[in-house]
């Protein structure tokens, strides 16, 4: 299975939609819940190039994009195959 990282933050409702997404296909991901703040969030800007809105959503260090991107990747067939699905 993939890495998968996802960077939420609370009442966000795309966050919402990604990790139900996810939780559907049965895959195990590591939630970093940025609602205060942090370090973290700064890190998940790096990481997105320049990016700072909820989710961010990586798999195996590849940068996806938000719920949308991943939504996209659904929607093309192509996500299973990211994730080791």
Same mark, same amino acid.
């Given at each position: =299975? ?20 996810? @939780? ?17 969030r700064q890190e =998940?800007? !790096? ?8 989710? !961010?959503?990586?798999?195996? @260090? ?5 719920? @949308? @991107?991943? =939504? ?14």
């Open positions: =299975m993939a890495k998968i990282e996802i960077y939420t933050r609370a009442f966000c409702g795309y966050c919402s939609r990604a990790k139900a997404l996810l @939780d559907g296909k049965g895959v195990d991901y590591e939630e970093y819940d940025l609602t205060l703040g942090g370090p973290k =998940m800007i !790096q990481r997105a190039n320049g990016r700072s809105t909820y989710p !961010q959503i990586f798999i195996d @260090d590849r940068h996806i994009g938000g719920s @949308d @991107d991943l =939504m996209a990747l659904e929607h093309d067939g192509k996500l299973d195959a990211l994730i080791g699905g």
